[in-house]
Antibody, heavy 119, light 107 residues
Framework: EVQLVESGGGLVKPGGSLRLSCAASGFTFTAYSMNWVRQAPGKGLEWLSSITSSSSYIYYADSVKGRFTISRDNAKNSLYLQMNSLRAEDTAVYYC????????????WGQGTLVTVSS | DIQMTQSPSTLSASVGDRVTITCRASQSISSWLAWYQQKPGKAPKLLIYKASTLESGVPSRFSGSGSGTEFTLAISSLQPDDFATYYCQQYNSSSCSFGQGTNLEIK
C-alpha cells in the first residue's frame, strides 16, 4: 500500500525556518517524481515544488522561489521541504504528493502537516 | 504561468441530481487535466486524469470531457458521499496549477 507521511510542521515566528519531511513507503520511491502542495486555511490548493526521481530537475512556484528548497534522499525514501524566511501567508497544511508518471497527475497524497507562521 | 478558472464556486444540488463543473485554462493544455475531490480535513483524491480517464476505483457516475482550454466534470446521479470540494489541475507544464475549487453542497 502506498503511504506518504508528512512531519515537521508546527508554529514558527515570521522570518523563521522549518524543514518538512515526507516518508514514503509501499512503492519504489526512486522511480517517481515528488511534489509539495499546500492549502491555506479555508482556501484552495497551491502547487509549490516538484523534484524528479534523481533530483535532476527541480521546479518551484514563484511564491516560494528563493525561500523554499525541495530535496530528497532516495536511500531513506524521504522527501524534504526546507522553508526559510517564513511569512504569515505561508500558514497552511503542506502535502507531499507522488507524480504518477510522465504526463500524469498527482495520484497519492499524504495526510498533510500544518505550518503556522505567527508571532 | 497557466491560470485555471473553475465555475461555479459553489453548487447546491440534491441527491440524484446531475451536476457539471467547468474548468477553463488560460492557454491550451491539450488534455493534460485532472480532477480531484477533497473532503474536509482530508487530502485530495484523484478522480479523473487526461481530461476523461477515470482513475481506478472511481465510480462510473463521474465523467470528464474537454480539451484545449475548456473542460467539464460531470456527476450523473449525486450520492451523499459526493458532497465535497472539487478541483481541476493542469499538468501541461513543469509547474502545475489548480483551479480555485467548487464546493458542492446539499440543497
Amino acid at each position: 500500500e502506498v503511504q506518504l507521511v508528512e512531519s515537521g510542521g508546527g508554529l514558527v515566528k515570521p522570518g523563521g525556518s522549518l524543514r518538512l519531511s515526507c516518508a514514503a513507503s509501499g512503492f519504489t520511491f526512486t522511480a517517481y517524481s515528488m511534489n509539495w502542495v499546500r492549502q491555506a486555511p479555508g482556501k484552495g490548493l497551491e502547487w509549490l515544488s516538484s523534484i524528479t526521481s534523481s533530483s535532476s530537475y527541480i521546479y518551484y512556484a514563484d511564491s516560494v522561489k528563493g525561500r523554499f528548497t525541495i530535496s530528497r534522499d532516495n536511500a531513506k525514501n524521504s522527501l524534504y521541504l526546507q522553508m526559510n524566511s517564513l511569512r504569515a501567508e505561508d500558514t497552511a497544511v503542506y502535502y507531499c504528493a507522488r507524480l504518477a508518471g510522465y504526463s500524469l497527475p498527482l495520484d497519492y497524497w499524504g495526510q498533510g502537516t500544518l505550518v503556522t507562521v505567527s508571532s | 504561468d497557466i491560470q485555471m478558472t473553475q465555475s461555479p464556486s459553489t453548487l447546491s444540488a440534491s441527491v440524484g441530481d446531475r451536476v457539471t463543473i467547468t474548468c477553463r485554462a488560460s492557454q491550451s493544455i491539450s488534455s493534460w487535466l485532472a480532477w480531484y475531490q477533497q473532503k474536509p480535513g482530508k487530502a485530495p483524491k484523484l478522480l479523473i486524469y487526461k481530461a476523461s480517464t477515470l482513475e481506478s476505483g472511481v465510480p462510473s457516475r463521474f465523467s470528464g470531457s474537454g480539451s484545449g482550454t475548456e473542460f467539464t466534470l460531470a456527476i450523473s446521479s449525486l450520492q451523499p458521499d459526493d458532497f465535497a470540494t472539487y478541483y481541476c489541475q493542469q499538468y501541461n507544464s513543469s509547474s502545475c496549477s489548480f483551479g480555485q475549487g467548487t464546493n458542492l453542497e446539499i440543497k
